[in-house]
T-cell receptor, first 114, second 112 residues
Framework: DAGVIQSPRHEVTEMGQEVTLRCKPISGHNSLFWYRQTMMRGLELLIYFNNNVPIDDSGMPEDRFSAKMPNASFSTLKIQPSEPRDSAVYFC????????????FGPGTRLTVL | QKEVEQDPGPLSVPEGAIVSLNCTYSNSAFQYFMWYRQYSRKGPELLMYTYSSGNKEDGRFTAQVDKSSKYISLFIRDSQPSDSATYLCAMAKIQGAQKLVFGQGTRLTINP
C-alpha cells in the first residue's frame, strides 16, 4: 500500500491566489482528516470526513478555507484567496475505523504564501 | 488555555541517556492517549497507544498515564541518534482515532 498520498509536496504562491491541496487516503479507510501544522500553534485539526461526509469543520479558520470529498479516494482543501498567514504544512490523514487506533498521515504539503 | 500542553523544547541529550517527554491536559474526558513520532519533513506516525491510567512498555519506550494528575509521559531508554525527531502527544475522548487533540510537539535531538 502506498499510504496516504498528498500533492503537491511544496507550493509557493502569491497572496490572493487560489491554492488547492489534494489527498488520496489509504484504500478502505472511511475517515479522512485535514490538519495544519505551524511552529506557533502545532498540529491543528481543520476538518474531518466520515464516508465522504463532513462531520466537523469547526477547525476551519475562516470562509476562505473549504474542503470537499467527492468520493472515497479523493479530497481537496482549497484556500481562496490565500494570505501569508496561511503558510504552514498541511497534512491529510486517514483512519480505518473503530477497529484501528491509528490515523495514518501523508507526507504533507508545505505551503508558502508570499 | 490549550486543552493539551507540551513543552516544545528543543531537548538535546547524549546518546544512551534516558529521555522523559511530558504532556499535561485539562479535559478529564480524555480516555485514550497516544504518542506520535514525526521525523523531519515527514508526517507523524503512531508510536504508543494507551487507554486510561497505567504504564505500557514497547521495547525501549514506556508510556505512562496519570489521569488523577492529568499528566502523561513517554520515556525512552538507551536513546539512539535515530530517535531524534519531534514527539507529539495526542488524546481522544472516545475509542478509536477520531478527533484527536495534539500537543505542540517536543523536538528531541540525540547527540552521538
Amino acid at each position: 500500500d502506498a499510504g496516504v498520498i498528498q500533492s503537491p509536496r511544496h507550493e509557493v504562491t502569491e497572496m490572493g491566489q487560489e491554492v488547492t491541496l489534494r489527498c488520496k487516503p489509504i484504500s478502505g479507510h472511511n475517515s479522512l482528516f485535514w490538519y495544519r501544522q505551524t511552529m506557533m500553534r502545532g498540529l491543528e485539526l481543520l476538518i474531518y470526513f466520515n464516508n465522504n461526509v463532513p462531520i466537523d469543520d469547526s477547525g476551519m479558520p475562516e470562509d476562505r478555507f473549504s474542503a470537499k470529498m467527492p468520493n472515497a479516494s479523493f479530497s481537496t482543501l482549497k484556500i481562496q484567496p490565500s494570505e501569508p498567514r496561511d503558510s504552514a504544512v498541511y497534512f491529510c490523514a486517514s483512519w480505518a475505523g473503530t477497529e484501528s487506533n491509528e490515523q495514518f498521515f501523508g507526507p504533507g504539503t508545505r505551503l508558502t504564501v508570499l | 488555555q490549550k486543552e493539551v500542553e507540551q513543552d516544545p523544547g528543543p531537548l538535546s541529550v547524549p546518546e544512551g541517556a534516558i529521555v522523559s517527554l511530558n504532556c499535561t491536559y485539562s479535559n478529564s474526558a480524555f480516555q485514550y492517549f497516544m504518542w506520535y513520532r514525526q521525523y523531519s519533513r515527514k508526517g507523524p506516525e503512531l508510536l504508543m497507544y494507551t487507554y486510561s491510567s497505567g504504564n505500557k512498555e514497547d521495547g525501549r519506550f514506556t508510556a505512562q498515564v496519570d489521569k488523577s494528575s492529568k499528566y502523561i509521559s513517554l520515556f525512552i531508554r538507551d536513546s539512539q541518534p535515530s530517535d531524534s525527531a519531534t514527539y507529539l502527544c495526542a488524546m481522544a475522548k472516545i475509542q478509536g482515532a477520531q478527533k484527536l487533540v495534539f500537543g505542540q510537539g517536543t523536538r528531541l535531538t540525540i547527540n552521538p
